[in-house]
């Protein structure tokens, strides 16, 4: 008799051991799914509202530079429509529209320059000992004799700092005069300089091929097998 009481004593204990385990996972389990659910759509729902967020300031900002780049652009293509290519082959008067867009603009404007179909610059306004250069063998002349304008990438050329360029072809007489204009690095830069993604997140300019146009907050790391810049 004492041992059937303590076997009926063990099996009431194992019982109830096994239904309060079973009332404990019954419990967890849904919390621990529910939990994890909405953990996971509130992760998903973040990660699009704060990729939604970068779209959009990327955009706007892209905005920016394109409405930069454009108005720099008219400057220039100002100076051809409204003084011709006479005027603005001789040194004198083009040091005297040089100064005027700089009057205007600040230092967004570094220098003028045109360049004749051989690719020799046949006048130049500006800081540097470029008179006379031949850039024959450059490849923005090539791409801007093609077309009625061009706005190269940023590259070191013959002054061997980083700059970029805009130019105008003659589209009335000859079609092959070019009037190059260089602007300021520093003034472009300065476009995405300031653009701060929380607390570590910086802006910088790529162009197609994935190259650095403006210089980054953070000193970005060069992969050898691609050339291409990338950041820790």
Known sequence: MTENNQLTGYNFRSLSQSIVLLVIICS?????IVSGTIYYQFHISYKEKVLAH???LVYNHAQNIDNFLHEKLADI?????????????DESSLKEHLEAL?????RDFVDLGVINADGKQIAYAGP???ANVNYSDAEWLHRAMQSNYYISDVFLGLRDLPHFIIAVRNSRDDGHSILRSTIDFAKFTALVDNIRLGQTGFAFILNDKGELQTTPAMKPVIDITS??????
């Open 128 to 130: 540097y000992d470029l």
């Open 28 to 32: 967890v389990i849904p919390l621990i």
């Open 54 to 56: 970068l779209r959009e």
């Open 227 to 232: 050339g291409k810049a990338i950041f820790d």
């Open 77 to 89: 293509r100002f100076l051809t429509d409204s003084f011709g290519w006479d005027d603005l082959q």
């Open 102 to 106: 700089q009057k205007d603009f600040g």
